[in-house]
């Protein structure tokens, strides 16, 4: 069993990664934090919290609340802008042999590309744009739940990166297919998804909500089901790769990310629960290779039809 | 700051008076590393409850690898009512040390305050101040009502003056009203309770000139200073996110008052 040789390595748009797995956006903040809990060079990417072009304070507190095998949070992309990420942050993940995505974040098309235009001459291998955002232009409405919109900005992140663009869709829309789509007619090399699911918790006893926002987005075990058919319905329907993401809080959960259709999996949530969650997974994937005799992790990518 | 992951074995547990537990646990990595004002996240076992909680060291002893946490019940069905059932022999997953720590000011006489579950950490503090000999000191608890958990610890460890919300012990009132009635004088306060609390701390060593050092508590999810959830308002920008929030889990949970927005 063990002269079994096994290949783990995937190509992403054309960057070499030695294993699928990435942390999601927002929950690994730039690995610093992790760093002496994990061993950042074990993991294919480090995906890094979003970083728009100048400082965002956030939401106020409460900002996350526990739920039923999962959580909300309204953080609200707190985070320092791309000037002191890419002096620290940055700078901290280059003395690792990891690939770095950057998480962007923006109100309007102009503060998305002037970050992209930021990072065009650093040492970063791919940028994964959220959506999710607000913009402030078009009546706040997520620039992820209208098609159009999607596909305009990826168009105009497009133009400006040196970088391959992944495209983090929201699944809060009705036909999330469609909404990748859109993305790879805007010219996205690639999507990753989901992002969280609204939700809402009310406080019984001091009858009001829990997190100061009202709402928040919902992630962990409990939405992973809706994660796995997401993968799968946008995996039908474009010729572009994919990241899967939610709720991964196993190996098995990763298998069946990548069996739906991810090239690539990010593990987000269970950081919080289990902080060496990532490194038992690239174990946990080359065991279950051995053990089904897969050569070639690529021959399990959307292996399920 | 150093910190690890550890499966913990519990060596023994009771109960403080209703609702408050005195959990001993076999923790030797996070003993050897542990400081009065940290704390750990503690894992519930069951599956459905993601989050870590985050525990106060009450107490922790590097030679005999072991740490103390003192917590109260917060209602059924919660992750510390599971803990409330751990008993001798059973484990626990725990991440720590992790925070801080309370900074004492060598020489510059002490005021210890604790407010109703934030009394726990303040009685490692005052065993430390007193077996390194690092100042005067004068403790100041302030309880719910006749349940005066840890009382007798203090009292063996320095003069220590109580007030009860319903005056059934010490002086009716809050911490403020039994420092008043006592005359208890300092240069520094070092506090860990209730925010109405810890603001009139802060208002009262203000008006006295003294220094205040106050422990924060927030929601939390990843308890090391990644996730951004646990942020109080700062005075000043931060140094993480150049905004004015600093994270409770990682910059604190023990803040110089004037540093924070109470
Ligand atoms: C730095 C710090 C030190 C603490 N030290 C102690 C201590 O020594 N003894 C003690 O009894 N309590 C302490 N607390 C409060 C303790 O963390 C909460 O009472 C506990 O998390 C409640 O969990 P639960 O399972 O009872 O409640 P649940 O309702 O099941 O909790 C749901 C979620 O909300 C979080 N939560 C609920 N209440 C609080 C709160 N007050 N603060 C932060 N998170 C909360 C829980 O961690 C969990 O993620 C401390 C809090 C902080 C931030
Ligand atoms: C605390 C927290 C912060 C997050 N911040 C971001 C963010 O900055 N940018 C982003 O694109 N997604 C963010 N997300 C979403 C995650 O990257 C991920 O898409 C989602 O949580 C689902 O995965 P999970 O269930 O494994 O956590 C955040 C999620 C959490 C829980
Ligand atoms: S709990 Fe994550 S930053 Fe403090």
């Not at chain 1, 797995?21 to 890094?48: I, K, P, Q, R």
């Not at chain 2, 590097?62 to 103390?68: A, C, H, I, T, W």
């Not at chain 2, 305050?113 to 490692?124: K, Q, R």
Request: include cysteine; aromatic fraction near 6%; proline fraction near 5%.
């Amino acid at each position: 069993m063990s002269e079994f040789n096994i290949n783990t390595a995937v190509d992403f748009c054309g960057i070499p990664m030695k294993n699928p797995v990435t942390v999601a956006s927002g929950t690994f903040g730039s690995g610093m934090e992790y760093s002496d809990l994990v061993d950042l060079n074990v993991l294919g990417a480090v995906t890094t919290k979003g970083v728009a072009n100048h400082p965002w304070a956030g939401n106020p507190t409460p900002r996350v609340a526990e739920t039923k095998s999962g959580m909300l949070n309204a953080i609200g992309l707190q985070n320092p802008g791309i000037d002191t990420f890419i002096e620290r942050d940055l700078a901290f993940l280059k003395q690792y042999d990891t690939r770095v995505i950057v998480n962007v974040c923006g109100h309007s098309e102009e503060e998305y590309v002037d970050v992209v235009e930021r990072l065009a001459d650093t040492d970063v291998d791919l940028l994964e744009i959220n959506i999710s955002c607000p913009n402030v232009k078009e009546g706040g409405i997520a620039f992820g739940q209208d098609p159009k919109q999607a596909m305009a900005i990826t168009k105009a992140v497009k133009t400006k990166a040196k970088q391959p663009i992944i495209m983090k869709l929201s699944p809060n829309v009705t036909d999330i297919a469609e909404m990748a789509r859109a993305c790879e007619a805007g010219g996205a090399d690639a999507v990753s998804l989901i992002n969280t699911l609204t939700g809402m918790k009310i406080d019984i006893h001091r009858r009001t909500f829990a997190l100061a926002n009202k709402t928040g987005g919902m992630s962990g075990p409990a939405v992973h089901p809706i994660a796995v058919r997401m993968v799968y319905q946008v995996a039908q329907a474009v010729n572009i790769p994919i990241i899967g993401m939610g709720g991964i809080a196993s190996t098995e959960d990763a298998i069946e990310m990548i069996l739906a259709g991810a090239t690539m999996v990010s593990v987000g949530t269970a950081n919080f629960f289990d902080p060496t969650i990532t490194q038992k997974i690239v174990a946990g994937i080359e065991d279950y290779m051995r053990k089904y005799q897969i050569a070639d992790i690529r021959d399990l990518i959307g292996a399920v039809r | 700051m150093q910190k690890t992951e550890e499966m913990a074995t519990v060596l023994e547990q009771q109960a403080l008076g209703s609702n408050i537990f005195d959990l001993k646990l076999k923790a030797p990595q996070i003993a050897k590393l542990a400081k009065a004002g940290q704390f750990v996240s503690v894992y519930p076992n069951r599956a459905d409850k993601l989050l870590p909680r985050p525990i106060s060291l009450c107490g922790f002893d590097p030679k005999e690898g072991s740490l103390r946490l003192v917590y109260r019940v917060t209602g059924e069905h919660t992750g510390t009512e599971e803990f409330s059932r751990l008993q001798a022999g059973d484990t626990i997953r725990l991440l720590g040390p992790l925070g801080n720590g309370f900074t004492v000011e060598p020489g510059k006489k002490a005021i210890l305050v604790g407010g109703g579950i934030g009394v726990p950490p303040m009685l490692e503090l005052a065993k430390q101040i007193k077996a390194q000999q690092l100042c005067e000191q004068t403790i100041v608890m302030g309880y719910r009502d006749a349940n005066t958990f840890l009382l007798d610890e203090f009292e063996q460890v320095a003069t220590t003056v109580v007030s009860s919300d319903d005056g059934a012990v010490g002086t009716k009132g809050t911490a403020i009203d039994a420092i008043l009635a006592n005359h208890v004088t300092g240069d520094v306060i070092y506090a860990c309770g209730p925010k109405p609390m810890l603001r009139a701390l802060r208002d009262y060593a203000r008006a006295k000139g003294m220094r205040c050092f106050v422990s924060m508590e927030e929601r939390m999810a990843c308890g090391i200073g990644a996730c951004l959830a646990c942020v109080c308002q700062s005075t000043h920008e931060d140094g993480h996110s150049n905004v004015k929030n600093k994270r409770v889990c990682a910059d604190g949970p023990v803040f110089d008052a004037e540093e924070i927005e109470l």
